[in-house]
Every structure is written in structure tokens, then in C-alpha cells.
């Protein structure tokens, strides 16, 4: 008798997110989990560890709905987006009967979400720039409960256009809820839906602290909704989701000081995305490097080019992203510090000329 046999079956049949803590390595330029690349100074003001911490901590919520533009009543913290991913999911969708639908290539945990409690997963390839295929979506919407879209997209990038979503979410009205992950949204604030929230009740915004907030190891994320939708998801929700530390911290993050460092940052990372953009240009083993509104790049290399492996074994650690739909020869390259953008750089140009065949792909 082995335990196994008493998991669930979609449990023992389930891929894990293949995430980049998950896929190792070894080395010391870390560019493929979309981090921000040093870790910012806050330190937690030890209070009552001795007492549970509140389950919405008021100075946490009220911080991000000022920071947000939102009102507190639609604003609720969670451990990383992920987790507003996962609790859309256990709030909104009857396992076996229910399906949630998303646009590959795309953010890998809605997949993994959705299998986890038994709901369905309907996939709608994006079209090849990227953009929402709007009427096959309206083909596949029965008995969907929850639409994801990322905006801007990982790994590709771009954005989704705002008439599109509009679109999307008067196909969707009544019907299902649009969940809008603006993880990277600080990259390019004037693409929020938040400003939407008034008009949509079925929409939903999910936000982290992982991203231009340089705080993923803190483990803080945010859903944006209409309180009816908050309310229900605070049925679901763990009773102390964030630790005391934690809660501190993101407190600190979101004071006025907080989010202009977080700003400085966003303007930095930009400038040397535009850098190195230009400098993988000019690499042979490159083909494109497409347009990013985030704090990556997503560049297509040579046909069978050992890009990926041969900076792997010099540890410079990127992240492939070949087996996704259309993403061929595809590597996901975070933007790090100038100087670990100057070691890719360094390493592309050094790869050996026969492997480039940058001709033959022309
Ligand atoms: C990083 C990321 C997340 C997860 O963010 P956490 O707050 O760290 O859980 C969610 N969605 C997208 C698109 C991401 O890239």
C-alpha cells in the first residue's frame, strides 16, 4: 500500500508550476524569475508576535487603495497574486462542472490552478501579435466562470489593448468574471484597468509587491474589486494570511517614501531594458527582441541556438520559454542590474560563430 493511492487522481496527475526556484541552477546572475535585482532595506518592526495578526491588516489595505486609486472596500491582501489567482478560483468554480479560460502563451499558474481543485481549463491561443482572439473566445465562454488575462502579458510582454478589454468585458458581462493580473503594471501604470473597477463589477485586478516593489521573498499580493466580490473571497481566504513581519513590511512599502523609491526603480530598470534591447540587437545569434512594457525581454535566438545552455553552464541563469505555444527558440530575460545585463551581453557575443546561423534563419 503506498500513500499515493489515497491523493486525488487530478492531484497525482498534476505538473507543479515549473517555477524558477523549482528549475535550480547555479550561478550568479539570476535573470529568470522577473525579480527585481537587489533587495531593498526594510526591516520589520517587531510588534505582538505573541498574538495572531489581524487576517486585513487596516494600515496594509488602506495603503494600497490610496497607492491604488481604489476604495479600501475593493481592496484584499493576500500571499501574492498567486494566491488571488488560486482564490478566484475556490470562490467562483464548481469543480467538475465549472472552467476557467486563459490566452497561452501566457502566466503558467492558471493552469496549474485550475487543475489543482478539478476545474477545467480552456485555453484560446493569442493571436500572433499577441492580442485577445475576441470571437474565439466568445466561442469557448460556456460554462466558463473566470477569464485571465495578463496585462502586461508574461513572457511576451506587450499589453493588451484597452479596447480589446472592453470588449472582453462586455462579452463576459453577466456571465463570467475578467480577472486583469497587472503583476507588472508599475512598468506602465497608464495601462490599469483600475480606473474601470466603478463601471465592471465582473472585473478583477490582481497586483503583487514582488515585481517593481522588489519585495517577492515578503510573499504580498493584492486583488481590486467590487466589494461584493471581496466578500466572498474573504469567505475563502486562510484566517491570518500574512505574518505579522509581513504585513509590517508591506506597510512600509506603500508609505508615500516606499512607492517613490519603488518609482526610481521602475525608471532605472526601464532605462537599461531600452540598453540592453539595443545590445541583443546587435547579437547574431538574435532574431528579435520584441517590444516589452515590463521588466523583461522576451528575445527569439537562431534556430537550435545554445544560447540558453551554454550561458546555463556559465551561471547566468535565463529562463526558456521554447515549450510555450509559438515561442519557438524563445528566451524570458529579466532585466537585472546593468552590470549582469553587460555579462549576457558579453555571453551572446562570445557564443560560438557556427552556432549562431543567423544567415541561414534569414
Ligand atoms: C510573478 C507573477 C505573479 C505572481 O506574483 P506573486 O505576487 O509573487 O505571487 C502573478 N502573475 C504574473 C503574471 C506574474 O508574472
Given at each position: 500500500?503506498?500513500?499515493?493511492?489515497?491523493?486525488?487522481?487530478?492531484?497525482?496527475?498534476?505538473?507543479?508550476?515549473?517555477?524558477?526556484?523549482?528549475?535550480?541552477?547555479?550561478g550568479?546572475?539570476?535573470?529568470?524569475?522577473?525579480?527585481?535585482?537587489?533587495?531593498p532595506s526594510?526591516?520589520?518592526?517587531?510588534?505582538?508576535?505573541?498574538?495572531?495578526?489581524?487576517?486585513?491588516?487596516?494600515?496594509?489595505?488602506?495603503?494600497?487603495?490610496?497607492?491604488?486609486?481604489?476604495?479600501?472596500?475593493?481592496?484584499?491582501?493576500?500571499?501574492?497574486?498567486?494566491?488571488?489567482?488560486?482564490?478566484?478560483?475556490?470562490?467562483?468554480?464548481e469543480?467538475?462542472?465549472?472552467?476557467?479560460l486563459?490566452?497561452?502563451?501566457?502566466?503558467?499558474?492558471?493552469?496549474?490552478?485550475?487543475?489543482?481543485?478539478?476545474?477545467?481549463?480552456?485555453t484560446?491561443?493569442?493571436?500572433?501579435?499577441?492580442?485577445?482572439?475576441?470571437?474565439?473566445?466568445?466561442?469557448?465562454?460556456?460554462?466558463?466562470?473566470?477569464?485571465?488575462?495578463?496585462?502586461?502579458?508574461?513572457?511576451t510582454?506587450?499589453?493588451?489593448?484597452?479596447?480589446?478589454?472592453?470588449?472582453?468585458?462586455?462579452?463576459?458581462?453577466?456571465?463570467?468574471?475578467?480577472?486583469?493580473?497587472?503583476?507588472y503594471?508599475?512598468?506602465?501604470?497608464?495601462?490599469?484597468?483600475?480606473?474601470?473597477?466603478?463601471?465592471?463589477?465582473?472585473?478583477?485586478?490582481?497586483?503583487?509587491?514582488s515585481?517593481?516593489?522588489?519585495?517577492?521573498?515578503?510573499?504580498?499580493?493584492?486583488?481590486?474589486?467590487?466589494?461584493?466580490?471581496?466578500?466572498?473571497?474573504?469567505?475563502?481566504?486562510?484566517?491570518?494570511?500574512?505574518?505579522?513581519?509581513?504585513?509590517?513590511?508591506?506597510?512600509?512599502?506603500?508609505?508615500?517614501?516606499?512607492?517613490?523609491?519603488?518609482?526610481?526603480?521602475?525608471?532605472?530598470?526601464?532605462?537599461?531594458?531600452?540598453?540592453?534591447?539595443?545590445?541583443?540587437?546587435?547579437?547574431?545569434?538574435?532574431?528579435?527582441?520584441?517590444?516589452?512594457?515590463?521588466?523583461?525581454?522576451l528575445?527569439?535566438?537562431?534556430?537550435?541556438?545554445?544560447?540558453?545552455?551554454?550561458?546555463?553552464?556559465?551561471?547566468?541563469?535565463?529562463?526558456?520559454?521554447?515549450?510555450?505555444?509559438?515561442?519557438?527558440?524563445?528566451?524570458?530575460?529579466?532585466?537585472?542590474?546593468?552590470?549582469?545585463?553587460?555579462?549576457?551581453?558579453?555571453?551572446?557575443?562570445?557564443?560560438?560563430?557556427?552556432?549562431?546561423?543567423?544567415?541561414?534563419?534569414?
Amino acid at each position: 500500500m503506498t500513500i499515493s493511492h489515497l491523493a486525488r487522481a487530478n492531484v497525482l496527475a498534476l505538473e507543479p508550476y515549473q517555477s524558477a526556484r523549482r528549475l535550480g541552477g547555479s550561478g550568479d546572475v539570476w535573470l529568470n524569475a522577473n525579480e527585481y535585482p537587489l533587495p531593498p532595506s526594510f526591516k520589520p518592526r517587531y510588534g505582538n508576535l505573541n498574538r495572531y495578526p489581524a487576517c486585513q491588516p487596516e494600515q496594509v489595505i488602506n495603503g494600497y487603495a490610496a497607492y491604488a486609486g481604489v476604495r479600501p472596500d475593493g481592496v484584499l491582501v493576500c500571499r501574492g497574486a498567486d494566491e488571488g489567482i488560486e482564490l478566484l478560483i475556490r470562490a467562483f468554480c464548481e469543480p467538475g462542472r465549472d472552467a476557467v479560460l486563459f490566452c497561452p502563451p501566457t502566466y503558467g499558474m492558471y493552469a496549474v490552478s485550475a487543475e489543482t481543485f478539478g476545474v477545467a481549463r480552456r485555453t484560446v491561443p493569442a493571436l500572433p501579435d499577441w492580442q485577445l482572439d475576441l470571437p474565439a473566445i466568445e466561442a469557448q465562454l460556456d460554462g466558463v466562470k473566470l477569464v485571465y488575462v495578463c496585462s502586461p502579458n508574461n513572457p511576451t510582454g506587450n499589453i493588451i489593448q484597452p479596447e480589446e478589454l472592453k470588449a472582453l468585458l462586455e462579452m463576459t458581462r453577466g456571465r463570467a468574471l475578467v480577472v486583469a493580473d497587472e503583476a507588472y503594471i508599475e512598468f506602465c501604470p497608464r495601462a490599469t484597468l483600475a480606473g474601470w473597477l466603478a463601471h465592471y463589477p465582473h472585473l478583477v485586478i490582481l497586483r503583487t509587491l514582488s515585481k517593481a516593489f522588489a519585495l517577492a521573498g515578503l510573499r504580498c499580493g493584492f486583488v481590486l474589486a467590487g466589494a461584493e466580490v471581496i466578500q466572498l473571497l474573504l469567505k475563502v481566504i486562510a484566517p491570518y494570511p500574512l505574518s505579522l513581519p509581513v504585513a509590517d513590511i508591506a506597510e512600509q512599502a506603500l508609505s508615500a517614501e516606499g512607492v517613490a523609491l519603488m518609482r526610481e526603480r521602475v525608471a532605472q530598470i526601464t532605462a537599461t531594458r531600452q540598453w540592453l534591447a539595443n545590445e541583443l540587437q546587435e547579437c547574431d545569434a538574435v532574431l528579435e527582441v520584441y517590444p516589452s512594457e515590463s521588466n523583461y525581454l522576451l528575445v527569439r535566438f537562431a534556430p537550435g541556438s545554445p544560447a540558453f545552455k551554454s550561458l546555463w553552464d556559465q551561471g547566468i541563469i535565463l529562463r526558456n520559454q521554447s515549450k510555450q505555444p509559438g515561442l519557438t527558440d524563445c528566451l524570458r530575460i529579466t532585466i537585472g542590474t546593468r552590470e549582469e545585463c553587460r555579462r549576457v551581453v558579453t555571453a551572446l557575443r562570445e557564443l560560438p560563430v557556427t552556432a549562431t546561423r543567423r544567415q541561414e534563419a534569414l
